[in-house]
């Protein structure tokens, strides 16, 4: 078996090989999410050192690798015998070619029309995480039913729980204005619009969400997608290109990271909110690229806390680079009207190049939307993908996020109950002992991190019983470490509803940790 330092020596020359971007050799605590690799460049890489070294290296376990470290334990696993060995492929063949060729190698297909087709490795990667959900205590916690309309409470099993893995921050997913908005839309216009707004799908509810959505951000223009994940993968995804280069914060949400991949710009990754490692990748990688593109969140959806944007902005003006924020959960919650991180910051709405926003979490419907100049959105109203080929938005949920919109403008106060009902939660938990991460105040997220994977499924569990609904995270959605559960708090949560979760969770989560040490005893 190779040393350590040999396959970091290996790993290193391997990414070398597939990126132009000079880095120091690799250490075993070289943390590979911030190399900036797209996924088919990980595969060249992957391949690579399978050649080098003659192993054949599981794609379940090479993705759960955080570290260069990680991958030289995966490495050394495979060379003691537990993976097929990679030389039998052909070793004439080109990185890219084997990369290609191993992706369609490995696919195992049930033969018979239809089948769905999985690959070998991902489906044992899934099975991995079903049985740890499945030796939780309880129902799993994902994909349950829920019945009756979202709000501060839901009802599961029959049984009424207070609700906080919902995020309809400000309570009008079941408004009576809201609600007429959608039932008048089908009435007039029917259930769908048949067709993409291009072709035969414009109809004036559509205008009317994009043209308030513009007025409230203080944008020139704004257009409405079907749904929030599609607007960043076929936004970003369009928006650059070969010559460009994608900077974006290593806890960005997959759909950003999406969007990234696809576009086929140079991909770089900054450690989380660590604007001056950001400042220092663009000194040295500006004036290589046509256009650079900062991708960040308002509030980050599992941490809950916010991008520096002054800072970001100062950025944006000295380096001459674009700024794309992703404001699924600040608008509607930040800043006096509600408005967002702009507002949030005091500072004006143009120094974000692209604001993209959902309409799934304050605004009470579904789908998502871009807000900029008119020159952008006129450009991506005729070229975007996800825009141009799609079916447009159905009546009834544009009229929805309007009615949405015109409730949260002449009631700005519900941004602020929200804001102080999450800022109540957070001090609650932090004075319980319980650890809130990074959660800043007022973000309507707040995590409670647990660290181990089944002690965040069993207490998940546990508050189920008592009557809490919370979805747990674990890894891969966070890294091993840092499993947790996320608090949604809404301005519909009660006082008393919030000191009872925080309260139950605190003494659960005593609990949990306890049979988990003791099992731990057992078994040694």
């Known amino acids: ?17 597939v990126s132009d971007h000079p880095v120091p050799p690799f250490a075993a605590d070289t943390d590979l999410r911030l190399l900036g690799l797209g996924s088919l460049q990980v595969m060249e890489m992957l391949v690579i050192v399978e050649q080098d070294l003659g192993v054949r ?22 060379a003691s015998g537990d993976a097929p060995a990679a030389a039998q492929l ?8 084997m990369a290609a060729e191993r992706s369609l190698g490995e696919v195992d297909a049930v033969g018979h029309a239809g089948a769905p087709m999985v690959f070998a490795d991902q489906q044992q990667g899934l099975q991995a995480v079903v049985d740890l959900v499945q030796q939780a205590p309880g129902p799993s916690p994902y994909f349950a039913l829920h019945d009756g309309r979202p709000g501060a409470t839901t009802v599961v099993d029959g049984e009424r729980r207070s609700m906080f893995s919902s995020y309809d921050y400000l309570g009008l997913g079941s408004d009576p204005q809201v609600m007429r908005a959608a039932k008048e839309a089908i009435d007039r216009y029917g259930t769908t619009v048949a067709a993409s707004r291009a072709a035969s799908g414009e109809r004036p509810v559509h205008r009317a969400l994009e043209a308030a959505l513009a007025d409230f951000l203080s944008a020139e223009a704004a257009l409405a997608f079907v749904a929030g994940h599609a607007t960043n993968v076929s936004v970003l995804g369009h928006l650059a290109g070969l010559p460009d280069l994608i900077v974006h914060d290593a806890l960005a949400h997959n759909s950003l990271v999406q969007g990234a991949e696809l576009s086929g710009a140079r991909r770089r990754v900054f450690p989380h909110n660590d604007v001056a490692f950001l400042d220092r990748l663009l000194t040295t990688e500006r004036h290589r690229h046509r256009r650079v593109v900062i991708v960040v969140e308002g509030v980050y959806s599992l941490d809950g806390d ?24 600040s608008i509607g919650v930040l800043g006096s009207t509600g408005a967002g991180v702009a507002e949030h910051w005091q500072l004006p709405s143009d120094v974000i190049d692209v604001r993209m926003g959902t309409l799934s979490k304050a605004l009470a419907s579904s789908g998502g939307f871009i807000a900029g100049t008119s020159g952008l959105i006129t450009h991506l109203k005729q070229t975007t ?83 809490v609904s919370v979805c747990p995270f674990v890894s891969p959605a966070v890294e091993r470490g840092q499993a947790r559960l996320r608090f949604f708090v809404t301005a519909r949560h009660t006082d008393d509803q919030i000191r009872t979760a925080v309260m139950t969770t605190a003494a659960l989560l005593a609990g949990t940790r306890a049979d988990l040490a003791g099992r731990q005893v057992g078994h040694a």
């Open 57 to 78: 290296l599981a794609d379940t376990a090479v993705y759960q690798a955080r570290t260069a470290g990680d991958l030289c334990a995966v490495i050394a696993a495979a």
């Open 306 to 329: 916010l991008a520096d944007l002054p800072a970001l902005v100062e950025l944006r003006e000295r380096h001459r680079v674009m700024l794309y924020v992703d404001e699924a959960h």
């Open 90 to 97: 052909p070793a004439a063949w080109s990185p890219r070619r």
């Open 1 to 17: 078996m190779s040393s350590p330092d040999k396959l970091l020596r290996v790993l290193h020359q391997a990414y070398r090989t």
């Open 385 to 467: 993908p996800g825009f141009v080929y799609s079916c447009g938005m159905a009546p009834s949920v544009a009229a929805a996020a309007h009615a949405a919109l015109g409730e949260l403008r002449a009631r700005p106060q519900l941004a602020a109950t929200a804001r102080r009902q999450a800022d109540l939660f957070r001090r609650l938990a932090q004075k319980a002992g319980l650890d809130t991460g990074k959660s800043s105040a007022g973000s309507c997220v707040v995590p409670v991190v647990v660290g181990n994977d089944g002690s965040a499924l069993d207490l998940s569990a546990r508050l189920g019983e008592q009557g």
